[in-house]
């Protein structure tokens, strides 16, 4: 009799914790079909959030609902011969010429990107030049933007959508949000070159590395990054890079290259994509570093050892 009983006891206890699970789950609907109605009465679009590399499934979906903005960031020249589909043309000249902040939000005002709307930015040059203006995006506040995962030459020959006609938005509104979190200038380099959690990347070329460098540097070339037809390998080939070179997962990492920052970007995303949290890009790297007489590596006598980039 006992056991009936507690057996009784236990049934209803655990009808209640059953029957309360689905009060909420239905609660937690209902606010969720709520705010969507708001939204749409308010005329507020709910956008998808975006992974650092977007698949090509994905961005042919957004296109076809016409919810994401795509940025074609090679020569207008090469735009106008053919790009994917609703794309504007945003070289990545007009962006280092016009790197203010201020500046940057009114580009993407310009090509309609409000708050958050996705963006899905793409080159031909490996990913590199389309890294560098997502990151620039991503600086000023625009959070919700992504990397095609691969060339447009690497959609062409898919056969995927293409047209030639210049693609315009109208104006909108953005908000300016520096995210100073995975910025650094030469003072900030400078001033972690004895830090032993923090670790500079280097994204040249062997040989270039090799040659001369920021003290204190780790070499990962890009050309390690991607492969033919994918702007970056999967994660855990990008993780055993990482590891090989002695990098931990929870190190600041800054990455830099020779100039305006386009392969140290890819090399931000990687790192990004492999799993480390804390990734900066010195944008300027090290053409600017050269410039204000900072101290540097050289190897005059190096054997360019390690040329394979493994």
């Not at 507020?44 to 016409?66: A, E, F, H, M, N």
């Not at 020249?77 to 009114?106: C, F, M, R, W």
């Not at 100039?259 to 990004?272: D, H, I, R």
Request: hydrophobic share 35%; with cysteine.
């Amino acid at each position: 009799m006992r056991r009936l009983k507690k057996n009784y006891i236990l049934k209803k206890q655990t009808t209640k914790i059953k029957t309360s699970n689905d009060k909420k789950k239905t609660q937690n609907t209902q606010r969720t079909s709520t705010k969507t109605t708001i939204a749409k009465k308010l005329g507020i679009k709910s956008y998808q959030k975006l992974p650092i590399i977007c698949d090509v499934d994905t961005l042919r979906t957004l296109i076809r609902k016409k919810t994401v903005r795509v940025v074609d960031v090679r020569k207008t020249e090469d735009y106008k011969k053919g790009h994917i589909s609703t794309a504007v043309s945003l070289p990545l000249a007009q962006i280092i010429s016009n790197d203010t902040p201020e500046q940057i939000i009114q580009i993407l005002e310009n090509i309609g990107v409000s708050d958050n709307i996705p963006v899905v930015v793409y080159d031909d040059t490996f990913g590199a030049l389309a890294a560098r203006v997502a990151w620039t995006f991503q600086y000023v506040g625009h959070e919700n933007t992504s990397l095609l995962e691969m060339t447009f030459a690497n959609w062409k020959d898919l056969g995927l959508e293409i047209e030639k006609k210049n693609n315009t938005f109208a104006k909108t509104k953005h908000t300016l949000k520096i995210n100073p979190s995975i910025f650094a200038d030469a003072k900030y380099v400078e001033s972690i070159q004895n830090d032993q959690n923090t670790v500079l990347v280097d994204s040249r070329e062997r040989l270039n590395f090799l040659t001369e460098h920021i003290p204190n540097a780790k070499n990962i070339p890009y050309t390690m990054l991607g492969t033919d037809n994918s702007i970056l390998r999967p994660r855990n080939d990008l993780k055993r890079f990482i590891e090989n070179r002695g990098i931990k997962k929870d190190s600041e990492i800054i990455t830099y290259c020779g100039s305006v920052g386009t392969l140290s970007g890819l090399a931000f995303y990687a790192l990004k994509l492999a799993g480390i949290k804390d990734v900066k890009l010195y944008s300027k790297s090290f053409k600017d570093w050269k410039a204000l007489g900072k101290p540097k590596t050289e190897f005059k006598d190096a054997n360019y050892w390690d040329l394979s980039a493994e």
